[in-house]
Every structure is written in structure tokens, then in C-alpha cells.
């Protein structure tokens, strides 16, 4: 396994996919770039000068960075867009030159990201020229043949009205004081010091889908899990009563009734929870998936402890199918 914190990477699963983790040497994440014309679905493509080829915009990971934060720094980087990702595509595995003569194992995780309003501009030393295409040019341009996989995957979910989501991100809280050493309220129980690092972790992996809303418990340890995200997005956090341990045991129909609301916003939007509030949620996750369930919700969680503290599932609705659930995935936490 990768020595960076890549292997915060659990699991993904689309209708057509799905992904137990990396298992590489060497991992690199890039996006998709998709817009839609009035001739149809284009795609973008960039020019590599060092290599004199035509590809999709990816690199490989920076220290302590997962592959989503990856995808959206790369894509920032050589063509100056901020994107957040969208289904998960596939991993496209090959060998590469390493040090020694010795060959390793390579893995480039791909998303869909669609483009809106925003004009890519290349950084003039990576890239020195994008192109928006049509699928068919695009496939004539791209110089490897592993690159006509992920094409070929988005292809199939726009067909299907799989390719235009919005995603909810449930995050477990991070690492709390133990019950055992904690003598107040439950509700006051705060984070552990590890808690507190993995929150400045979970920021930046939460922050790559780009949140419109937060919401959160109002327990202690699920507002000081958001604090870090809250402080860099400016953005309000929300708490409802709800997504509390309680009321999820006491009242687990109205925990279950806010969160089918939540799913049917258009927005996306995170919600900080905790352990025994998880099954629930995932019940309406469930729901949501329609008459996909079995393929597309192979990644999501079926047995206690469900998340990891400080764990992250990413639903991604699509927008075209009234919010159906099309693509799940599950990042573990940083730990020390």
C-alpha cells in the first residue's frame, strides 16, 4: 500500500464500477472535464509538451494528499479550473519506469467533472493547449488507449442520466474523548487531541467537493469536527436536533424524515453525525439508490462500526433522475 494517506481511500462503486482501494505504488488522480453544447456533449483534452501527447488533465499525489484533493489540485493547476468531482469513472492501471531500472505499478483514479461557465486556461509549462471536443475527436486525439476507458464510462452514465449529480457527503465525527474519562454531559464530550488533527485532515478532503451547506449534530465533537471547515469556507453551520444519538434512538423516524429532506436538495451540502445515527442515514441513501441498489451501493457500509471516526461517504445524486443515488464512495480517515 502507498506510504502517503492515499489509503484513506476505502472503497467507490458506480452501476458499472467499483474499487476496493489502491493498491499501486505509484497513484495520480485526474478528471474528466464535461460540458454540454448545443450539438451535444463535449470533453476536454490537453496537450502534454514533455511528452508531445494528448490526455485528460492528472498527476500524481502530493505528500499527505488524497486522490480527490489530487484530481481538484491538478485540474486548478495545469488549466486553471476549479471543479469538483463527480461519479467516480474507473482506475486505470500500467507500469512505469522506477528507480534502479525497476519497474512499479501505476494507478490513475479518474472522475467526471462538469464545466460551467468557467474558461480553461493552460499553464503554459504542463500544458500548453486544451481543446473542448467532441467524444469521437476525442477518442482520434487522445495518444494512449487507456484513456478511451473513462470516455468511454461517461459516455454510457450521460446516456443514462447518470453524469450531472450533486453530491452529500456524510462525515462521521472525529476521534472524541473517551465516554470513559469524560464525566459531564454527553453532549459537552469534546474531541481527542488525535480528533482535532484528523479535522484539519477531513477539511481538505471535504472542501475538494465544494459544499454549499453544512449541517451538523449539535453535540460538541460533530461542531468542533466542521470547525476547521466552517473557518476556511466562511460558510454558516447549521445544527439540527435530529442527527443527534438520542433522538436517533428516540425518534428515528424524524431523524430519518430531515435526512430524505436533505437528500433532495439540489445543493451539495455535508452532514456531521455520529456512530449510531449512521444506520439510519444510510437507510435513506438506500432508498434513494432506486432500482440500481444492489451495483451502485456496494461500497456503502453494511455492519457496525459503518464509518471510521472521521470517516467520509459520498452520495452522489443525479439531478436528471430526481436525485437517485448513482455512485457512492468512502474515504477513511488520517490517523496517527
Same mark, same amino acid.
Given at each position: 500500500?502507498?506510504?502517503?494517506?492515499?489509503?484513506?481511500?476505502?472503497?467507490?462503486?458506480?452501476?458499472?464500477? =467499483?474499487?476496493?482501494?489502491?493498491?499501486?505504488?505509484?497513484?495520480?488522480?485526474?478528471? $474528466?472535464? +464535461?460540458?454540454?453544447?448545443?450539438?451535444?456533449?463535449?470533453?476536454?483534452?490537453?496537450?502534454?509538451?514533455?511528452?508531445?501527447?494528448?490526455?485528460?488533465?492528472?498527476?500524481?499525489?502530493? @505528500?499527505?494528499?488524497?486522490?480527490?484533493?489530487?484530481?481538484?489540485?491538478?485540474?486548478? %493547476?495545469?488549466?486553471? $479550473?476549479?471543479?469538483?468531482?463527480?461519479?467516480?469513472?474507473?482506475?486505470?492501471?500500467?507500469?512505469? @519506469?522506477?528507480?534502479?531500472?525497476?519497474?512499479?505499478?501505476?494507478?490513475?483514479?479518474?472522475?467526471?467533472?462538469?464545466?460551467?461557465?468557467?474558461?480553461?486556461?493552460?499553464?503554459?509549462? %504542463?500544458?500548453?493547449?486544451?481543446? +473542448?471536443?467532441?467524444?469521437?475527436?476525442?477518442?482520434?486525439?487522445?495518444?494512449?488507449?487507456?484513456?478511451?476507458?473513462?470516455?468511454?464510462?461517461?459516455?454510457?452514465?450521460?446516456?443514462?442520466?447518470?453524469?450531472?449529480?450533486? @453530491?452529500?457527503?456524510?462525515?462521521?465525527?472525529?476521534?472524541?474523548?473517551?465516554?470513559?474519562?469524560?464525566?459531564?454531559?454527553?453532549?459537552?464530550?469534546?474531541?481527542?487531541?488525535?480528533?482535532?488533527?484528523?479535522?484539519?485532515?477531513? %477539511?481538505?478532503?471535504?472542501? =475538494?467537493?465544494?459544499?454549499?451547506?453544512?449541517?451538523?449534530?449539535?453535540?460538541?465533537?460533530?461542531?468542533?469536527?466542521?470547525?476547521?471547515?466552517?473557518?476556511?469556507?466562511?460558510?454558516? $453551520?447549521?445544527?439540527?436536533?435530529?442527527?443527534?444519538?438520542?433522538?436517533?434512538?428516540?425518534?428515528?423516524?424524524?431523524?430519518?424524515?430531515?435526512?430524505?429532506?436533505?437528500?433532495?436538495?439540489?445543493? &451539495? *451540502?455535508?452532514?456531521? !453525525?455520529?456512530?449510531?445515527?449512521?444506520? !439510519? *442515514?444510510?437507510?435513506?441513501? #438506500?432508498?434513494?439508490?432506486?432500482?440500481?441498489?444492489?451495483?451502485?451501493?456496494?461500497?456503502? &457500509?453494511? #455492519?457496525? @462500526? +459503518?464509518?471510521?471516526?472521521?470517516?467520509? *461517504?459520498?452520495?452522489?445524486?443525479?439531478?436528471?433522475?430526481?436525485?437517485?443515488?448513482?455512485?457512492?464512495?468512502?474515504?477513511?480517515?488520517?490517523?496517527?
Amino acid at each position: 500500500m502507498p506510504s502517503s494517506h492515499a489509503d484513506r481511500v476505502a472503497r467507490w462503486s458506480t452501476e458499472d464500477r =467499483a474499487s476496493e482501494g489502491p493498491r499501486a505504488e505509484v497513484l495520480a488522480a485526474g478528471m $474528466l472535464p +464535461w460540458r454540454r453544447v448545443p450539438g451535444g456533449l463535449e470533453v476536454m483534452v490537453i496537450h502534454r509538451p514533455r511528452y508531445d501527447d494528448w490526455s485528460w488533465p492528472k498527476g500524481k499525489l502530493d @505528500p499527505g494528499e488524497t486522490l480527490p484533493e489530487c484530481a481538484v489540485r491538478e485540474l486548478r %493547476e495545469e488549466v486553471g $479550473l476549479e471543479l469538483r468531482p463527480g461519479i467516480p469513472l474507473c482506475v486505470t492501471a500500467y507500469e512505469v @519506469p522506477g528507480k534502479r531500472g525497476v519497474r512499479q505499478s501505476k494507478e490513475v483514479w479518474y472522475w467526471a467533472a462538469e464545466v460551467d461557465g468557467q474558461r480553461a486556461l493552460p499553464d503554459g509549462d %504542463e500544458v500548453d493547449e486544451v481543446r +473542448w471536443v467532441g467524444p469521437d475527436e476525442a477518442r482520434r486525439l487522445l495518444t494512449n488507449d487507456s484513456d478511451h476507458e473513462p470516455l468511454d464510462l461517461l459516455l454510457r452514465a450521460a446516456s443514462r442520466g447518470r453524469l450531472r449529480t450533486v @453530491p452529500l457527503l456524510v462525515l462521521r465525527h472525529a476521534k472524541a474523548k473517551p465516554r470513559s474519562s469524560w464525566s459531564r454531559a454527553e453532549q459537552e464530550r469534546p474531541l481527542a487531541a488525535t480528533g482535532r488533527r484528523q479535522a484539519l485532515a477531513v %477539511e481538505g478532503l471535504v472542501a =475538494a467537493w465544494r459544499p454549499e451547506r453544512l449541517v451538523s449534530s449539535p453535540w460538541r465533537r460533530c461542531v468542533e469536527t466542521l470547525a476547521p471547515l466552517v473557518k476556511s469556507s466562511r460558510l454558516a $453551520l447549521k445544527t439540527k436536533g435530529a442527527f443527534t444519538e438520542t433522538t436517533a434512538r428516540e425518534k428515528p423516524k424524524k431523524t430519518r424524515k430531515v435526512m430524505a429532506e436533505l437528500m433532495g436538495r439540489s445543493r &451539495p *451540502l455535508v452532514v456531521c !453525525t455520529h456512530r449510531p445515527v449512521l444506520p !439510519t *442515514l444510510f437507510e435513506v441513501v #438506500e432508498d434513494a439508490a432506486a432500482g440500481q441498489a444492489d451495483r451502485v451501493l456496494r461500497a456503502l &457500509p453494511t #455492519e457496525d @462500526p +459503518w464509518l471510521r471516526p472521521g470517516a467520509v *461517504l459520498v452520495a452522489h445524486r443525479a439531478l436528471d433522475l430526481d436525485g437517485d443515488v448513482v455512485a457512492v464512495e468512502v474515504y477513511d480517515p488520517w490517523d496517527d
